[in-house]
Nanobody
Framework: VQLQASGGGLVQTGGALRLSCATSGLSFDDYAMSWIRQAPGKEREVVACISRSDNSRYYADSVKGRFAMSDDNAKNTVYLQVNSLKPEDTAVYSC????????????????WGQGTVVTVSS
């Protein structure tokens, strides 16, 4: 199983990016997919998730209204549209998979992949 995030970059405050996470070898319909970020000096946090039980979305309070997660089952890929970026959004963004339901406990993820760096300048 492989998960590979891409789409990061350097943007100014208020800018936007579209992150992608391509998966292979994963039974895509059986796994809740999450976006996780780790800012410098901070712990990893789940910022968004799509549940496979009811296709509902979860967003962390810090990104609600600015980030939007979507998926393309035909491509086995999930996306994270990040808008109205702030310097505190600077982090390595990666994706992870957990069976069916979303979880905030990253240690319970079955799979996660290499991240992509998002840097927001002030």
């Amino acid at each position: 199983v492989q998960l590979q995030a891409s789409g990061g970059g350097l943007v100014q405050t208020g800018g936007a990016l579209r992150l992608s996470c391509a998966t292979s070898g994963l039974s895509f319909d059986d796994y809740a997919m999450s976006w996780i970020r780790q800012a410098p000096g901070k712990e990893r946090e789940v910022v968004a998730c799509i549940s496979r039980s009811d296709n509902s979305r979860y967003y962390a309070d810090s990104v609600k209204g600015r980030f939007a997660m979507s998926d393309d089952n035909a491509k086995n890929t999930v996306y994270l549209q990040v808008n109205s970026l702030k310097p505190e959004d600077t982090a390595v963004y990666s994706c992870g998979a957990h069976p069916v339901f979303c979880t905030l406990h990253i240690s319970e993820f079955h799979y996660w992949g290499q991240g992509t760096v998002v840097t927001v300048s002030s």
